[in-house]
């Protein structure tokens, strides 16, 4: 077997290569998991085997880096806490280092949708769709996904609300700057300025409502439940967590909003690189 080089990547990278080790085997063992996750590297051309230069050959073994074997052990740690994996596989193998993915933890990895538990490849899918993406929406979805896999829903919630609310006051900015005639485009602006959000979008559902029947059909399709039920939902959602209601959001329930995050924030992009046609 040929052991690797130290991977030089961040955590989460490799946490997306473990769970993607589950994903096609549902249980397995510590050194095992460890293994298998330096064939994903290799394979990924995530680190390249030392004794060949083109990231290694078919039917050779790898076996990690001391350093990233004690990474995949902190990985597979954090992923029991967070109920994805679980202790043993069966009565005769019930202790470490036997692992087992859990019911919730087979639904996440064979989840068609990017994984808010990978938060590096949830990251990637969405510059992948949307190579001009906001830094700051990014930014606030790091914090959410962060607070996501520690159980911190409240402060999950609120950061997907922030997010949401900069990707509208984006679209709201295309939508005011694709009037060419200054006058018309004071008059827009006035009626966003100084507004709240809520009031905002109002506004914005108003003027999209008039302007629908000419935006193209790929764009106005799902328009309103995509975008406009969406931010509504995670607005709501927000104003829950971020106020002393008392009101409880379950993590089936964070789960389901981050996922539809990405759909929803397409189609605001889809607006915007619209308007700039105009």
Avoid at 112 to 126: F, Q, T
Wanted: net charge negative; hydrophobic share 40%.
């Amino acid at each position: 077997m040929s052991r690797l080089q130290k991977m030089d990547v961040p955590l989460d990278q490799i946490r997306g290569l473990v769970l993607e080790v589950f994903k096609n085997e549902s249980q397995s063992q510590y050194v095992r998991v460890c293994n298998d996750v330096a064939q994903l590297a290799v394979s990924k051309e995530i680190v390249l085997d030392r004794e060949t230069s083109n990231g290694g050959y078919f039917g050779r073994e790898y076996v990690l880096d001391g350093d990233d074997q004690d990474r995949v052990r902190e990985i597979i740690w954090n992923l029991i806490v967070e109920g994805i994996l679980m202790i043993g596989i069966n009565a005769n193998n019930s202790e470490w280092p036997f692992l087992k993915l859990t019911d919730y933890g087979n639904s996440v990895v064979n989840s068609e949708m990017p994984m808010p538990h990978d938060p590096s490849g949830y990251l990637n899918s969405i510059k992948q769709d949307i190579p001009e993406i906001d830094d700051l929406i990014i930014t606030y979805m790091t914090e959410c996904l962060k607070a996501y896999r520690i159980n911190l829903l409240l402060s999950s919630t609120i950061m997907l609300g922030c997010a949401s609310e900069k990707a509208l006051l984006l679209l709201i900015d295309s939508f005011i700057n694709s009037f060419e005639d200054d006058v018309k485009r004071k008059q827009i602006h006035d009626k966003f300025a100084n507004k709240m959000i809520k009031r905002q979008f109002d506004e914005l559902t108003r003027s999209l409502t008039t302007i629908q029947s000419g935006i193209p059909k790929d764009i106005s399709d799902g328009l309103s439940n995509v975008l406009l039920g969406v931010f509504e939902m995670i607005r709501n959602y927000r104003n829950d967590a971020g106020h002393p209601t008392g009101v409880t959001i379950s993590k089936e329930q964070v789960y389901a909003n981050i996922q539809v995050f990405i759909p929803y924030l397409k189609k605001i992009y889809q607006l915007i690189n619209y308007f700039k046609t105009l």
